[in-house]
C-alpha cells in the first residue's frame, strides 16, 4: 500500500469542500452540529480557498492511498499554554481508508518537521481518536507528552506534544 501526503492547492477546492462535508458529518457526533437548511454542514468555504491560496495561515494537505484520494490533514499556527507551536488541526481519513496506517503516516511526516512543538487537541468525546492518539503518541519520535490542564478550549482533550 503506497501512502503520499501532497500540499492542496486551488484547483483541490471542489475536493476539499467535499471532503470537509464528510468530516462535519463525522464530527457532528462531538460537535452536534446541525445541517443547513440546503441539507448541507456549514463550511466557510471562503476560508478554505484562502487557505488554498496561501491567504490564511493554514496548510491543507491531501492524503492518497495506492493514488486513491483518502482524507486530509490541516496544520494552523497556535498558541497553547503561552507557546507559539502549530496544531495538527484536522485530520480526516475516509472510512474505506481507516486502519491502515494512513493516519499515523500522516502524524510521522507533518509533526516530524517544522518544529518539536506540536498542538493536538480532541473532542472530549471522541473516544476512537483518543485512543487512536493516545496509542500512537509512544510509537512516535517523541520526548514528552502533556496534557494540557485545564484544557484552553472546552470540550477537548488537549496535548502539547514534544520531538526529541
Not at 503520499?4 to 483541490?12: F, G
Not at 498558541?79 to 507559539?84: L, S
Not at 506540536?118 to 485512543?131: E, G, P
Request: aromatic share 12%; glycine share 4%.
Amino acid at each position: 500500500m503506497d501512502i503520499t501526503i501532497r500540499k492542496a492547492e486551488i484547483n483541490d477546492r471542489s475536493v476539499l469542500n467535499m471532503l470537509w462535508q464528510f468530516y462535519l458529518y463525522h464530527q457532528s457526533a462531538f460537535s452536534l452540529e446541525d445541517l443547513d437548511s440546503d441539507g448541507r454542514y456549514d463550511v466557510d468555504e471562503e476560508y478554505l480557498s484562502s487557505a488554498l491560496t496561501n491567504e490564511e495561515d493554514c496548510t491543507v494537505y491531501l492524503v492518497y492511498i495506492s493514488n486513491q484520494l483518502a482524507g486530509f490533514a490541516t496544520v494552523e499556527p497556535t498558541e497553547i499554554a503561552g507557546k507559539e507551536m502549530p496544531e495538527l488541526a484536522d485530520i480526516f481519513i475516509l472510512p474505506k481508508y481507516r486502519k491502515q496506517g494512513a493516519a499515523k503516516f500522516v502524524v510521522q511526516q507533518l509533526m516530524q518537521i517544522e518544529t518539536n512543538h506540536w498542538h493536538v487537541a480532541v473532542y472530549l468525546n471522541d473516544i476512537v481518536a483518543l485512543k487512536f492518539w493516545n496509542t500512537l503518541f509512544p510509537k512516535l519520535n517523541i520526548e514528552h507528552v502533556y496534557k494540557v490542564e485545564p484544557a484552553e478550549t472546552e470540550g477537548f482533550h488537549e496535548f502539547v506534544v514534544i520531538n526529541t
